[in-house]
Structure formats: C-alpha cells, structure tokens
C-alpha cells in the first residue's frame, strides 16, 4: 500500500528542507520525496495536503498514561487517541504508574498496550530508583532493552546527591538521558503553587523558584562530573534556564523542555481558585514567563513538552490545596505554540517543528523519527497554521478533562496524524 | 439607603471598595442597638435560612454567627464536617451541590484551606459568606475589628496599626491589612521572619510596611493588634519555644509604652496568656477584646443581612 502526501509545504529541519514537496509512503516507512512536476506513482492512495504544512511526526518527551494502576484516570489507549489528536505520533510516559515503571515487565506491558491500541507509538521513561524510591538504582540495563527510552524519578526527584551521582553514572552506561524533575523537596513542600505575589494575596502555600534552581544546580553540576546527559523537565524557572544556558555554553551534555502552561499562563491564572491550573512546577510569575518565551526563542529550550497529566474530576473537585497537581496538555499544546509562539512573531515554522519533532528524538535517541528523510518511519503531522477552532474539555479523547484551557480558541492547529504510514487521526474526519 | 456591596457573597476584604467596606460598618451600626435591647429579636430575615458550614473547630465565631442569624429571625442550622469525613471521598463540590439543594439563603462557611469560599460560591446559588478560608481571609473578623476602632479612635483614616505575631498563616492579619489600608491606615507588622512571608509588604499598594523588630512597629502606634499563636507552628520550627517566644516578640506593657498613650490593643482571640500577650496588657483597660466579641455579633448581622438581599 503506497500513500502519497500531495501538495503539502514540507519541512523537515534535520534535511533542512522548507518547500512544497511530496512524500510518498510505503510499508510504514518514507519511500521517497517527490518534487513538483515529477511524476507520482499512478498506484498510491493520495492524500491532499494542500495549505497544509507536512512535519515530521510530533513527539511528546513527558506525558502520563496512568496505566497501569489508574485506569480511571487514563488508559493508554485513551491517551494515545488524545495524542494522535493533538498531532502528536509518540509519546513517552513517565514511569509514576502503580506500580512503578521500574522493570522491564512494566516497560514491556506499556509498549505492548499501546501496540493494542495501534495509534501513538509509546516510548516508555523508566524509574532512576526502585519504586522511585530514590535508594536503590532500577534495572536501567534491562528497561533499555525493553524499550524504555530514558530514565526518571518524575515527581519523586532523587533527594540524595550521592545517590544521583551514581545514577548518572550508571546511566551513561546505557546511554540513557536522566530527565530530571528539578525540585528541592525540602524548599517547596506544602506549596501548592508559584510562591509570589499571587500567593500571598491568595493565602496559598508557595513553591519558590528557588526550589527548582538550587536542583537544577546541584545537577547540572552532577552531570558535568559524571559526564552523563541531563535533560531537564518541564523548566520553569529564569534560574534554571540560566543554569541550563551556562551549562550548554560549558558543553556540559544538558538539554531541556518546556510545558505549554509555563508559556501561556502567569500564576495570575490561580485567582479564583480553579484547580485546573494547579501543577508541578507551579505557573510562575511574568519573569519567569519572559525568560522561558527568550529561552524558546534563543535556542536554549530544545523541546514542546506537555506534561499530560490526566486526574479525574472528583480529584479536582477538591479543596486547591487538597487537589492534585497537573493538568491534561495533550490536545492543546499544538494550538497553544501556534497561537502564543507562532503567530505572535516568536518563533517561525521550523523552529516550531524543531521543537515538536526533531529535537525530541535527538533529545531520547529516537533513531528515524523526528525527520522524513526518505527510509524513516512514516510518522508525519499535518499542520494547518491558520485554522481557527476552540478547544472543548467535553470533546476531549482524554479520559480525564483538567484542563484550564477549556473554552479557549486557537489560531492554528494539528489536523491530521500519520503513524507508521497510516492515518490515525483526521481532523473533522 | 444604597446597599453597600452589589455582590451576593462576601468572599474577602480583598475584593470590596472602601466604600463597600464603610457601607457595611454603617448598617452594622444600625443593628448594634438591637443587641442591646430586652428582647433582642427582629423579624428582619424571617423565612430566610441560614446554614453554617463549618469544616474547622470555633466555637466563637460559629456562635457569633448563629446568634446574628437568629437575633434577624432567620432559621440558622449548624454544620460541622470533621476533615476526616471529607477524606471519605465526599468532593467540596458535592458537599455544596447538597446543601443547595435544600435551597438556603446564605451559607456562612469556615475552612482550613484557602479559596474554599470563592469555590462554593461558583457553584451554590445560596450567598456565600467567608467565615475564615485557611491563610487568605477572615472578612467578618476584619470588620468587627474595623467597628472597634471606629468606636473608639471615631475613625480609621490616618491611624497607626500594628500588626504583630504570625503574619504567614493568619487570614485575620491580611483581612485586616485590605481593610485598614483601604480606608486609609497606615499598617506596619512585625515577628518572626520565619513568620513574615518574603516580600510581605507587596500585599497591598500601598502604607503597608514590614518592621524588621516588634518594638520598630509598636512605637507612636494608635493601634496594637496581637495574632494569635497557632502552639503546633513549633513542631515546624517556626521559633525554638514558646517561651523564646514570649520574651521576644510578646506584647508585654513595657513594649505597649512605645505605642501612644491613648493606644488600645486588640487581639482576634482564643489569646495565649503569656505567650503573645502578658496578662497584664489583656486585662488592661487599654485591651478591647470584649469588645471585639460585642461587635461580632453586629458585623455578622449586617453582613447576613446584606448577603441575603436585605438593604
Ligand atoms: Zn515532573
């Protein structure tokens, strides 16, 4: 079966190709780029994209499934649909399941999970310690080889240094990135959100930006002694980018991502008490906010990550300060980048597929994804830059509907998914 | 007379005008003569009901209110809901879908947790009225507080007040401190450090300074308002022990001799003898604690009143 992508604007940063051009697909994998005016192959099914723009398949390096164990919240399968809906071909779930993705029969389960469900691919993020427990390494050796892409102790960040050191360690072994919740535990417990002005007009618990640097110095400077590649998560903070920029610039191996809430909403947001816009870290104040669009423009920020983090409503319907942190982000953060970066003269197209695709799979090792180079997986997003449409938490192919953009509209958007040569999501279709 | 608030629920002192403010200590005013009569009932909120939601112990405050209900002739039914039955899985949107099902007028709720009040009030059709929400705000407190400086400084315009103890977890000192420097006060609090939150004095616009020591806020104030000391911050290592404490940061009458002479004290009670405030200054004449629990009453009637359409 032969599918052709007709008349789309293609860019694919890692070829550095930014023009109208065709791509044909064939057993799952790019079979070859066709210009204007050569001739297609008269047997292949023909997908017109025109005014679309064709991108290497969008890849989301921090998401939460929540299977196993929470089924209610999330499946893999509900979350792969939302995925493929926001435009996005794969993800990688981090390992805070239950139990704890710290085997390689949890890895192996998630991936098979997925393969059932025959929509995202799903590149599972491995425990750093046993049950995240931060004293024991997992079997990091054994998760590789069962897919796992990266190792993590998200939301539970390793409090003891020396232990981190030898989990760096150990981890440059394999060749696995650390990703790396930076969060002094210590500093910020009990804080349910950006410690600031906000927080003190409305008598919540902070979580100061300190929190974060002071982690991401202390790892940083791990990294550096133990020459292991450190990627930090969902970065929120003016201290840790300028930690991150230093390191970069030092030619420490670090590299980072950015959740679309940390560069669309302040923690003005919280005014009202909704606790859709409780996560961790915590929406920060507009300093913070410029230093991270500066960031995204500048380079030092290499990923979109959206740190979907599904709850269900009964869990969100609590008190702010009993409620649990995070937000759903999957269908959003295209529309989010499109309308906030895009539009507004930030950023222009192929830093935005730098963003989504290219520099996720650098970032996790994805070998022939993140580009369309002729022999690939046919993992491929459709952009239109220019629709307009509202985003609906009722519409939502998530479980899970804890998301504060509901209502919101979007300029620009993800409309069609491609996995493996096969069309999974069609906007509207 | 024009109503003093438009809005149904009385959430914060942080959202209201001075003018709202001053509206409510006026009509709280006019019932204060009704506290003091032989028969101290008016048929003001007949048929109207009252619910009071209370998810944390106070006697006093619960009591204030239910007496302000019933005193209007309003139908005032108490709730108390121990944390430990909300963790049962009941949600807070659940407990106020219930509650209004029942269609009461006014739901005067206390709780520990910040925001509980603004998140009721999104979805009760019944006025919500904040009795204290965690560490953000005790409106009523604030405005009993108001009545009696008024009562005895004739206005509130232009005076010193000192805030002094555990700023970071007191909804009393930030209901206060809109309230005082709305109308024109000028505050300034002092404590602990561990217990004045960085950037403190970003609370409000303006005449809101933070003393680095209790005596700097004290002196030449018109006003000396004692915070009570929650005796489970010392297990968080907020100060070593009470009895540091005591000596350092407690109002005692040689610190009371740097405020004017005309100063008066007051303190949002239950008070720890002898920790925050010396039995000396509580007992005083300076000391209108007695007063404040006289207001209450007033405050909470208006306020009632006001929420449930009256004016
Ligand atoms: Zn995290």
Known sequence: MKLLIKNGHLIDPAQNQNSGMDVLIEGGRVA???????????????????????????????????EPGQEHKETIASGCAAAVAGGFTSVCPMPNTNPINDNAAITRYMIEQAERAGLANVFPVGAITKESNGAQLAEMGEMKAAGAVAVSDDGRPVPNAGMMRRAMEYAKDFDLPVVDHCEDKSLSSGGVMHEGRVSLLLGLKGMPALAEDLDAVRDIYLARETGAHIHVAHISTKGSIEIVRRAKAEGIHATCEVAPHHFTLTDAAVEGYDTNTKMAPPLRSEEHVAAILEAIKDGTIDAIATDHAPHHADEKALEYDRAPFGITGLETAVGLAFSELVHKGLIDLVRLVELFSTNPARVFHLRERGTLKVGSHADLTLLDPTLDWVYRNAESRSKSKNSPYDGRSFHGAAVATIVGGKIVYRRGG | MEKPFRRRDLLGIRDLSAAEITGILNTAENFREINQREIKKVPTLRGKTVINLFFENSTRTRTSFELAAKRLSADAVNISVSSSSVTKGETLVDTALNLDAMQPDCIVVR??????PHQLAKVSRAAIVNAGDGANEHP?????????IREHKGTIEGLEVAILGDILHSRVARSNIHLLTKLGARVRVAGPKTLVPRDFEHLVEKDLTVCPHVEDAIRGADVVMILRIQRERQDSAYFPTLREYSIHYG?????????????????????????????????????????QVKYGVAVRMAVLYLATGGG
């Open chain 1, 32 to 66: 070859a780029w066709i210009g204007r005016g050569e001739q297609p192959p008269a047997d292949a099914e023909v997908f017109d994209a025109s005014g679309l723009v064709v991108a290497p398949g969008f890849i989301d390096l921090h998401v939460h499934l929540r």
């Open chain 2, 111 to 116: 709780h520990g947790s910040a925001g509980v």
């Open chain 2, 140 to 148: 009523t407190q604030a405005l009993l507080d108001a009545m009696t």
């Open chain 2, 251 to 291: 109002l005692t009458n040689e610190r009371l001799d740097l405020a004017r002479k005309d100063a008066i004290v007051l303190h949002p009670g239950p008070m720890n003898r002898g920790i925050e405030i010396a039995s000396e200054v509580a007992d005083s004449s300076r000391s209108l604690i007695l007063d």
